[in-house]
């Protein structure tokens, strides 16, 4: 028998303010959040194999919470996913953080190259994703938003899809957290920690410990001593500015995208223009 399934999903995107949503969310009184994030059930063809009694099984402990919910910021970008989730929870309210996409992209491509998985230059990353060149990460197509959208207004009526701006989550976060509130039905609290940033740049000081962790599944069977470590073995970055001639080759590069998306959501990206 199935058990509860998450009433809201917060979809992506990646690098873009989710794990900050998230353990705002997690905080407020009215809201349930596994303590495993990013549990990839609708991206990732392992864990869909498990099949939704899995899933529900991060769920267990909501009983008498007045709404349930998971950040997996793959979602919005992994094309099986909407229907997926459609298929079950099919009345999910779902929340989408969209972030400039080039500091998105940067952003992203420090992730990979801190855990060692990225040995190019950002420079020679974008050269060969522009190339078509095969195994580089989607660094760019990650912020062509508006057709990742359009998947989901394709199946999900348009009072259940919130869709945020990463700035107003860094500079606006108490009025920008009552808005999710209000999406999701729950009183307006403001808990203590709203306006934290959560998962900035980062370094891992032991990749082994952190492989470790994730081997042994810490954050499903002790999450408060899986962040203890995390933020023992975690010490903070700051990544160098990129060059002024690659930005402004990618802000051309998303110009017209851009466009069309601030049209769709009828929304001022203008600052995405620099």
């Given at each position: 028998?199935?058990?509860?399934?998450?009433?809201?999903?917060?979809?992506?995107?990646?690098?873009?303010?989710?794990?900050?949503?998230?353990?705002?969310?997690?905080?407020?009184?009215?809201?349930?959040?596994?303590?495993?994030?990013?549990?990839?059930?609708?991206?990732?063809?392992s864990?869909?194999?498990?099949?939704?009694?899995?899933?529900?099984?991060?769920?267990?402990?909501s009983?008498?919470?007045?709404?349930?919910g998971?950040?997996?910021?793959?979602?919005?970008?992994?094309p099986?996913?909407?229907?997926?989730?459609?298929?079950?929870?099919?009345?999910?309210?779902?929340?989408?953080?969209?972030?400039?996409?080039?500091?998105?992209?940067?952003?992203?491509?420090?992730?990979?190259?801190?855990?060692?998985?990225?040995?190019?230059?950002?420079?020679?990353a974008?050269?060969?994703?522009?190339?078509?060149?095969?195994?580089?990460?989607?660094y760019?197509?990650r912020?062509?938003?508006?057709?990742?959208?359009?998947?989901?207004?394709?199946?999900?009526?348009?009072?259940?899809?919130?869709?945020?701006?990463?700035?107003?989550?860094?500079?606006?976060?108490?009025?920008?957290?009552?808005?999710?509130?209000?999406?999701?039905?729950i009183?307006?609290?403001?808990?203590?920690?709203?306006?934290?940033v959560?998962?900035?740049?980062?370094?891992?000081?032991?990749n082994?410990?952190?492989?470790?962790?994730?081997g042994a599944?810490?954050?499903?069977?002790?999450?408060?001593?899986?962040?203890?470590?995390?933020?023992?073995?975690?010490?903070?970055?700051?990544?160098?500015?990129?060059?002024?001639?690659?930005r402004?080759?990618?802000?051309?590069?998303?110009?017209?995208?851009?466009?069309?998306?601030?049209?769709?959501?009828?929304?001022?990206?203008?600052?995405?223009?620099?």
């Open positions: 028998m199935t058990g509860r399934l998450p009433d809201h999903l917060v979809i992506g995107a990646a690098k873009a303010g989710t794990t900050s949503l998230s353990r705002w969310l997690e905080a407020h009184p009215d809201v349930f959040v596994p303590p495993q994030k990013e549990l990839h059930f609708f991206d990732r063809e864990n869909w194999e498990r099949g939704v009694d899995w899933y529900a099984e991060f769920f267990a402990d009983a008498g919470v007045p709404t349930a998971e950040a997996t910021p793959a979602y919005l970008f992994a099986a996913a909407p229907q997926r989730i459609a298929s079950v929870c099919p009345d999910v309210r779902l929340i989408a953080v969209l972030r400039h996409p080039v500091d998105r992209a940067y952003s992203h491509y420090w992730h990979a190259h801190q855990w060692g998985g990225e040995p190019r230059s950002f420079e020679d974008v050269d060969a994703l522009l190339r078509g060149d095969p195994g580089v990460r989607p760019l197509a912020g062509y938003y508006l057709e990742q959208l359009r998947r989901y207004e394709a199946l999900f009526p348009a009072e259940r899809m919130l869709v945020l701006q990463f700035d107003d989550l860094a500079t606006q976060p108490e009025a920008t957290f009552a808005r999710v509130c209000a999406f999701l039905g009183h307006a609290a403001t808990p203590a920690n709203v306006g934290r959560y998962n900035a740049h980062s370094k891992h000081r032991s082994r410990l952190r492989g470790l962790m994730e599944r810490m954050w499903r069977r002790a999450p408060g001593v899986a962040r203890a470590l995390e933020r023992a073995n975690t010490s903070e970055r700051h990544y160098p500015p990129m060059s002024e001639g690659l402004r080759r990618l802000l051309e590069h998303f110009a017209d995208r851009n466009a069309e998306l601030a049209e769709h959501l009828g929304v001022d990206l203008s600052g995405w223009s620099v």
